[in-house]
C-alpha cells in the first residue's frame, strides 16, 4: 500500500490522558500536514512539516499539542491532558510539491484517527 | 479561519442529474483544489485549478474558477449513487509559502438511485 497510512483509526480516551497518533506518509512526498477536522466542518491546519522540519504552526495548535517528523519520515502527533473539546478526527496529508509558491499539488490523505474524548 | 465558503451547505438530486456546487473565497490564490469525503473517511483528491486557468475538465467532473469573483464551480455530471459524499472545496493563498490549503465547509451531496 502506498497511500498515506494513520495508526490508531479510533481512540477513545478518558480526559486527562495523553494520546499519541501516528501518520506514516507517502515515502517520496517531503511535505506532511496535520489537520483537524470536527462534525460537519471542513479540515482545520494544525501544523506542517518539510522534510524534519516543523515550518508553521496554527494558533488552533495550543501547548498541549506537539508534532513531530524525526528523520523526515513518519510522524506522531501527541496531546497532553486531553479535554472533551479535543474529540475530533485528525487527518494527515502528505504531498510532493517541491517549491514554494508556485502551482501547487494536490494532497494525499490518510484515513484519519477519531479521537472521542470521555 | 475557513478561507473558502460551500454553497449549497447539502444538495439532494436523483441518479443522472447533474449536480453543481459553489464555493467562495477570501485571498488571491495559486491555485483552488476539490476534494471528496466519504462518511468517517480521509479526503480523496478530485482536481486543481489554476489561477490563470478558467475551466477545467476530469472525466464527469467540470470545474470553472473565476479569480475576479474570487468564485469557483464544481459540476457533476451525470451523478451516480456513488457519488454521494461530502465535497470540499481547499484554496491555496498566495501568501502563503507553505503550500497550506485553506478548505470551506463543505457541501454535502446526496445522490439517490
Known amino acids: 500500500d502506498t497511500g498515506v497510512s494513520q495508526n490508531p483509526r479510533h481512540k477513545i480516551t478518558k480526559r486527562g490522558q495523553n494520546v499519541t497518533f501516528r501518520c506514516d506518509p507517502i515515502?517520496?512526498?517531503?511535505?506532511l500536514y496535520w489537520y483537524r477536522q470536527t462534525l460537519g466542518q471542513g479540515p482545520e491546519f494544525l501544523t506542517y512539516?518539510?522534510?524534519?522540519?516543523?515550518l508553521e504552526k496554527s494558533r488552533l495548535l495550543s501547548d498541549r499539542f506537539s508534532a513531530e517528523r524525526p528523520k523526515g519520515s513518519f510522524s506522531t502527533l501527541e496531546i497532553q491532558r486531553t479535554e472533551q473539546g479535543d474529540s475530533a478526527m485528525y487527518l494527515c496529508?502528505?504531498?510532493?510539491?517541491?517549491?514554494?509558491?508556485?502551482w501547487g499539488y494536490g494532497y494525499t490523505f490518510g484515513s484519519g484517527t477519531r479521537l472521542t474524548v470521555v | 479561519s475557513q478561507q473558502g465558503e460551500e454553497d449549497p451547505q447539502a444538495l439532494s438530486i436523483q441518479e443522472g442529474e447533474n449536480a453543481t456546487m459553489n464555493c467562495s473565497y477570501k485571498?488571491?490564490?495559486?491555485?483552488l483544489q476539490w476534494y471528496r469525503q466519504n462518511s468517517g473517511r480521509g479526503l480523496v483528491h478530485l482536481i486543481l485549478?489554476?489561477?490563470?486557468?478558467r475551466e477545467k475538465h476530469s472525466g464527469r467532473l467540470r470545474v470553472t474558477l473565476d479569480t475576479s469573483k474570487k468564485s469557483s464551480s464544481l459540476l457533476i455530471t451525470a451523478s451516480r449513487a456513488a457519488d454521494t459524499a461530502s465535497y470540499f472545496c481547499?484554496?491555496?493563498?498566495?501568501?502563503?509559502?507553505?503550500?497550506?490549503?485553506?478548505f470551506g465547509q463543505g457541501t454535502e451531496l446526496s445522490v439517490k438511485p
Open positions: 496529508a502528505s504531498s510532493d510539491r517541491a517549491r514554494t509558491g508556485g
Open positions: 485571498t488571491s490564490i495559486n491555485n
Open positions: 485549478i489554476r489561477s490563470n486557468e
Open positions: 481547499a484554496t491555496d493563498p498566495i501568501y502563503n509559502q507553505g503550500g497550506k490549503l485553506i
Open positions: 515515502s517520496e512526498h517531503n511535505r
Open positions: 512539516f518539510q522534510n524534519e522540519a516543523q
